[in-house]
Each structure stands twice: as structure tokens, then as C-alpha cells.
């Protein structure tokens, strides 16, 4: 299997709190990659540690054959992202704050505009941010993301905050992109019923524990071996949570 992101054991601790314990996850290259798991659960955690903005207690991980942290810069290179809701400067157009990115990624000027129609902005390239709506953000959050075409693509909930109709634009716009930039995306949310139109493959997380890691048809098999409906996976993603946490109370009483 060719993986174009493998962790391997990853842990965060701060003080005696766990936000990530021991997680090995294993991305297929052109893939879109899942990770699910409730407010919490240490998705971010996660994926901070793979962009290098906050060091892993212990545990390793490999991206495109290169190993963090001897390779750190060149990883960053090789991966756009989208964490959080990104910022802008309000006063300047959605161009110029693209320009920003681009100049210190050492990117053609040509990079904006390709990003820019990628996203669906071009017409509103020359509008102030803060004139965006906030699917408009979002959007010009990807298209900061994907500056350059990388080759990996890590995005924080993307669709967090749009109304039904921005969600779906964006969920559309990903699911073309492995095919179109010919990229790897890791991409998190907190809803499978949003994950499961999108993703080839899924991680499953709680209190920083993976819970499962496998294909959308995998985790169909699990769900019908679980005694659950397969066309509603959402009640297989809450009780494999509620019942992690209810061993994690029984470990806490021992």
C-alpha cells in the first residue's frame, strides 16, 4: 500500500491531560482521508503536530518519505493547509491577501490566479475581505491552501459555520481536487454524515484514542457486524464514542 502519510504512535501530553495518545494513522496517496471524532477529540492536536506547529511528546511520523523533524521545512513545503477559521487582512482584497502567502511561499505571481479559479473567486478577487461572506472566507481560506497545487492537503473542518448550501459548494470543490491538483487531503470534521460523501478512507477519534482507521466500506461491514443499520452510520459513530467513554470511566475507577 502506498502511504503518503503514516504516524506512529503520536502522543501530545500537556501536564497529566492526554490531547493524542498513541495514534498511528496510515494515508493513502490521491486519497481523501476522514479523521471524525467530537469537539475535543484531538483532531487539531493532530494536525498541528503534522504541520510542525507544535511538537509531538513522543511518536514519529513520515510525510512523503520525509521525517519529522529532520525534514520539517520540506514537509511544510510539500502540505497547504486550513486550520481554525483562517484570518485576513479586512482591508485588503481577497488577491492581495493571496499575494501575501505566495510571496513568502517563493511562488510565481501566476499561483493567485490559478488558486483563484480553483476556488470559484476570480470575480471577486478584487473585493476587500471583509466585504466576503463567510463562505467566501472559506473558500479564500482553501485558496490559500492550495497556492501552488501541493501535493497534500490538510484541512481543519472546512465547512465549519456555512449554511447547507455553503457546505455543499465546498464539499464539492474537495472531492474534486485529488483528481484535479492530483493531492492527498486529510481533512477533519465532527460529523460523519458530512465525512462519509466525502472520504475514500476515515480515522475515528476520541479523547485522543483512535477508535477505528479503514475504508467507508470497512466501516459499513463494522457497523452491520455491530448490529447497526449500514445506511445510517451516524448511530455506529456515536455508540463506538459512548462506548469508549464509558470504559474510559471505568479505567478512571480502577
Known sequence: MDYIITTERLTKKYKKFTSVGNVSLHIRKGSIYGFLGPNGAGKSTTMKMLLGLTAPTRGSFIIDGMHFPKDRLSILREVGSFIESPSFYANLTGRENLDIIRKILGLPKSAVEDALELVGLSEFGGRLAKKYSLGMKQRLGLAGALLGRPPILILDEPTNGLDPS??????????????LCDCTILISSHLLSEIELMADDIGILNHGRLLFEGSMDELRQNALHSGFAADNLEDMFLSMVEKDNALRKQEAHL
Open 166 to 179: 455553503g457546505i455543499h459548494e465546498i464539499r464539492k470543490l474537495i472531492k474534486t481536487l485529488p483528481a
